[in-house]
Every structure is written in structure tokens, then in C-alpha cells.
């Protein structure tokens, strides 16, 4: 909304919103282009690289990590519902769980996990019952539904992963500043050395990658997976032995 604003105020100027996330920030993104195609805000676009989750689970499952079980992602699942899960565990049953944020919502959830799989009697678990309902946010989904459509998108260790990608409607073409100023996006190239896509795919632990620890810190991050605070490599930095 900020960008619109500053769109509104700046006539003279395009302004170009990044849009990134998965389907809990995409819901506003969509938001935004909705409100500029009614109020006819036409310096206004959208660099979309927004994901979704399911269809990346489902490619984890049919990959070579061995999947013992997911706790599923409570923001995420607050917008599409623990249904949209469904068809996903129906193909392959691991044990599952959607978690909260509080240590309380976490520990539920690990708990749940390790029941199910010590018992070998995998469920669907949703440990966030507070937030997340079986259909979601259904605005949202519909605004989601409206503004974007299912594209393949390349993931950092899996690839490219068929309608696991966002992308702006033909008919909000206007908003996509990708076609409105004919973006050349460059290929990703991997730090020399650097294994993210391993660690984040669980094929490896951070300190089985040679930079970890070494070159590659939190003060000089060199792949992604240590670049942001949430990665895996910087928590087990902070956290790990």
C-alpha cells in the first residue's frame, strides 16, 4: 500500500513493487493490484517471484531426500487450509504437522511428529487449530485466484518445479513489469563451493559444506542459506555446536 501511495504522489514516475514470499504475502501483492486496476493507478507494477508451497513438498517427496516427516508452515497454512495438504499426503503419507510460532505451538508439533512417526501411523496434524482452518482464508485464496496463475518456477537445490510459481494474469498484464518493461532476468550462478541447495534439500548438514564456518559467516554471508537470519546455515551458526 506504501507503493501505491508513492505511485499516487508520483505521477511522473513508474514504480515497481518485488514482489516475493509465498502464499502468505501473496494474498497482499494481489491486494495491491487489485486496488490500482479499480482506481486506474497506472505507474503502478509488480516484479512478481512469488512461490507456493505445496507443489515443492510434493517435489521433496518424489525426490532423493529421505522425508521422515514436515512440520508444515502456519502462516502459509492460515492462507490455503490444512486441506490443501491433502492430495499431497494421500500420495505420500509422512508424518505431518502445522505449526504455530510460540515455543508452545513448536514443541506440540515436534511432539505430534515424533508420535506419529515412532508409531508409524502418519497423519495430517494441524498443532495450530487457533489460526488455521481446514479452508483457509477464502477471501484471500479468491484474490489470489483472480490477480494470479499457476507458473513453473526454478528452486535453489530442486530446480524447476511445474505451477509451483506465481504469475500475473493476462488480464492485469498492465500491472506485470516483467511484459510492461521487458525484464531480462540474468541466470543464477552458486558461490564457488557453496552447497545451499544440498543443505536446504536436507541432503547435507551447514558444517558439511566446506565454506560453513570458514569463508561463509554471518558478518560475510556467501550463499543464501547464511545471507538471511531465518537460513539454515546462520541458525546453526547462532545455535548449532
Known sequence: LDALELARNNIDKEIIFLGVGFETTAPTIAASIDIASRQSISNYSVLCANKVVPPALLA?????????????????????GSESYTPIFEKHPVACSIA???????LEAIYELAVQI??????????????VTANGNIKAKALLNRIFEASDAEWRGIGNIPESGLSIRDEFSSYDAAKKFNVTIEETVEPAGCRCGEILTGNIKPADCP???????????????????????????KYGS
Open 211 to 237: 565454506l560453513f564456518g570458514n569463508n561463509c559467516t554471518p558478518s560475510h554471508p556467501i550463499g543464501a542459506c547464511m545471507v538471511s537470519s531465518e537460513g539454515t546455515c546462520a541458525a546453526h551458526f
Open 100 to 106: 504455530g510460532f510460540e515455543p508452545s505451538d513448536m
Open 60 to 80: 521433496l517427496l518424489s525426490g532423493r531426500t529421505e522425508i521422515d516427516g514436515f512440520i508444515l508452515p502456519g502462516h502459509v497454512s492460515t492462507i490455503i
Open 118 to 131: 515412532s508409531s508409524g501411523d502418519p497423519k495430517l496434524h494441524n498443532s495450530y487449530r487457533r489460526v
